[in-house]
């Protein structure tokens, strides 16, 4: 599951913030989760039982990761 919160986490920070929702899906069309970005550009990542993974938001270049609980997991800087 981590691998799919970095996955969605670099297509989240790669994109405008814009109200959407995406779906992710394995190579045979079993749902893996999906990712729910606001207007203000926050995005919750949940697996494919609707439980939150954690969240990411981009501001001006740098967009910060964190865990389910809040806790901070990282960052990305776009250059």
């Given at each position: 599951m981590k691998?799919?919160?970095v996955?969605?986490?670099?297509l989240a920070?790669?994109?405008?913030a814009l109200a959407q929702q995406t779906r992710f899906y394995d190579s045979r069309g079993n749902s893996l989760g999906t990712a729910s970005t606001s207007a203000s550009g926050q995005t919750r990542y949940y697996d494919s039982r609707g439980n939150s993974l954690g969240t990411s938001?981009?501001?001006g270049g740098t967009t910060r990761?964190?865990?389910s609980r809040g806790n901070s997991?990282?960052?990305?800087?776009?250059?």
């Open positions: 691998m799919l919160l996955a969605a986490a670099v920070a790669a994109t405008p938001s981009t501001s990761f964190y865990d997991l990282g960052t990305s800087t776009r250059r």
